[in-house]
């Protein structure tokens, strides 16, 4: 999710889950090629398991892209057909590249050479009047001839003329049915459902279809759900308690802070952990409204806790 997954944010997540792959926010190849590299691609150990999400239809940047990324030690290279923003189409890749699949395609097999870890997609259902199971099929049997055999599929169709980012997150409805025909069809790939997962016992039914389950703003939004997810399925990993969770984020804090990074670039990922409990409003607050203050530091967050009233 673009300025949401940032390092900082999959550094918080980590402490929710040890077994969740998480994702970067997706970076462009021509940005990567231009940019500073260092700055777009770093990231801390602890991330592990973590994919590098690249945008980008030119197959040479998408090739060097991808060797850059698995040089900075990413665990998966992911290629982003599913976004469908203004900006993003106007670039000709994300969700528009649906329509071009031996383009993917040629991405994928300069990449597959490149790089040692897996190269993987992440797609819509359709695009626009190209909505049917025929037309997804024809789009994964082209790319996946060239070794790819990892697919993220979000569930709704994209709706490039018409509907803003926002509304393909929603508008277009859910069809899950459409992604676990592909598992029935090609049982080999490892298929992912995207789009709509909102608590355990959906996610627990969605795997008796599919081999995973992508969670984007929920998560973000409510981020011990990962917390919870990953005691469900790995009951042997004791669920965290949230507060242990903000000091278990200090060091690290202290450490960005100390390299000029502002709080509140940190904190912002943190506002959803207590949604659900008591006092969340407050927390959400307080560090909202100080943590953009000028040399702000971890006492804001020890501030919002005691304001809390599960603090007292």
């Known amino acids: 999710m673009m300025d949401w997954t940032d390092r900082h944010c999959r550094f918080f997540l980590r402490l929710l889950s040890p077994g969740a792959m998480l994702y970067t926010e997706m970076v462009t190849a021509a940005a990567i090629h231009h940019g500073d590299t260092a700055s777009l691609l770093a ?50 890749f ?4 649906m329509a071009h699949p031996e383009l993917v395609a040629d991405c994928v097999r300069g ?9 993987t997609i992440k797609t819509r259902i359709g695009i626009d009047d190209e909505d049917s199971y025929e037309f997804l099929r024809q789009f994964v049997d082209t ?29 277009p409805p859910l069809q899950y049915e459409r992604v676990y025909q592909l598992k029935r069809d090609l049982p080999e790939l490892e298929i992912i459902l995207n789009g709509g997962v909102t608590g355990v ?4 039914e969605i795997l008796r279809h599919v081999d995973g389950v992508m969670i984007g703003r ?15 399925f790995n009951p042997s990993w004791a669920l965290p308690d949230r507060y242990s969770v903000v000091e ?3 060091p690290y804090i202290k450490t960005e802070l100390s390299k000029g990074e502002k709080l509140g670039r940190i904190t912002r990922h943190m506002l959803g952990l207590f949604t659900g409990e008591a006092g969340a409003r407050a927390w959400r607050r307080y560090i909202s ?13 020890h501030h919002a806790l005691e304001r809390m009233p599960l603090a007292a």
């Open 201 to 204: 016992s959906q996610a627990d």
């Open 143 to 171: 790319v996946r001839a060239e070794g790819c055999s990892k697919f993220i599929v979000h569930a709704r169709v994209a709706i490039l003329e018409g509907l803003s980012p926002k509304e393909n997150r929603s508008v």
């Open 289 to 301: 409204e100080n943590s953009f203050k000028e040399g702000a530091g971890v006492e804001v967050l």
């Open 248 to 250: 278990q984020m200090l």
């Open 94 to 97: 994300g969700a528009c590249l």
């Open 218 to 232: 929920q998560a973000y939004h409510d981020p011990y759900l990962l917390a919870r997810l990953e005691n469900h």
């Open 111 to 119: 990449m597959q050479v490149e790089v040692d870890v897996p190269v």
């Open 43 to 92: 990231f801390d150990v602890a991330e592990h398991p973590v994919a590098l999400q690249l945008g980008g239809s030119d197959p040479k940047l998408m090739v060097e892209a991808a060797r850059r990324g698995a040089e900075f030690g990413y665990d998966e290279i992911n290629i982003n057909i599913g976004c469908p923003s203004d900006r993003v189409q106007s670039g000709q």
